[in-house]
């Protein structure tokens, strides 16, 4: 089974300071990857998504995350942490799954990451 | 429209009481996803349903109904729920075309059983 290792629960930095949230997957194929971000009593937004194309990837909010396959991780990243950031990053892992015509997958998370970012 | 849609946003209900969570998408996604979230945990899968015919149950007890009446609305009915239920329950929908589409989720029915 496919799952997803994030190190850290909670993660403190200052504004201005780089953003480092560690993933490792764990998979017997090539994961598909995702970084969401959860404020408190909302729902979840997707920050990023590996597709396979390029190993680094883009995302929202200046966010970006570097697949390497020898390490198995997807480490999520910022330059530089604003206050607005602060809240709580999933890694999740979906494997495939089809049925009905169209694939569905199963998205499984990791126990996530707080972050705090302090003036 | 690109965003999922969950009423109520709380909900508060006895051990007795039958209730239902709602979720609509108008976005043509033909997956759609009930998880569960308690307090300082990660989401964790409920139901799948994949073509409005439900296709995957993470072993959910039956005090939790899932219901898909068409490709945009997928409820969730709830009858003697226990305060061990108590819970964010996030709804999620996905596009057919690739798994590597992400997932919508919706802001979530705050669920306290008393």
């Known amino acids: 089974a496919q799952s997803v290792t994030q190190l850290g629960s909670h993660v403190s930095v200052s504004e201005g300071a780089l953003v480092l949230l560690r993933c490792n997957y764990s998979?017997?194929?090539?994961?598909?990857l995702f970084w969401y971000v959860q404020y408190p009593n909302q729902g979840l937004q997707l920050l990023l998504k590996y597709t396979s194309a390029a190993t680094l990837v883009k995302g929202i909010n200046g966010f970006e995350a570097e697949f390497k396959k020898s390490e198995t991780s997807f480490h999520l990243t910022k330059p530089s942490a604003h206050m607005s950031d602060a809240a709580e990053y999933f890694c999740?892992?979906?494997?495939?799954?089809?049925?009905?015509?169209?694939?569905?997958?199963?998205?499984?998370f990791g126990q996530g990451t707080i972050l705090t970012v302090h003036p | 429209d690109t965003e999922v849609t969950q009423t109520p946003k709380h909900l508060v209900m006895g051990m007795t009481n039958k209730k239902s969570l709602k979720c609509e998408q108008h976005m043509g996604h033909r997956a759609m996803y009930w998880y569960k979230q308690k307090a300082k945990k990660p989401p964790e899968l409920m139901f799948v349903?994949?073509?409005?015919?439900?296709?995957i149950n993470e072993s959910v007890p039956s005090r939790f109904s899932p219901e898909c009446p068409n490709s945009s609305l997928l409820n969730l009915h709830l009858h003697a729920l226990q305060p061990e239920d108590s819970a964010l329950y996030l709804c999620a929908s996905r596009g057919k075309e690739s798994p590597y589409d992400g997932y919508t989720f919706g802001s979530g029915t705050r669920l306290t059983v008393v």
């Open positions: 998979s017997s194929v090539p994961p598909y």
């Open positions: 349903y994949s073509y409005e015919k439900l296709s």
């Open positions: 999740a892992v979906s494997d495939r799954k089809s049925g009905g015509g169209t694939s569905y997958g199963k998205l499984t």
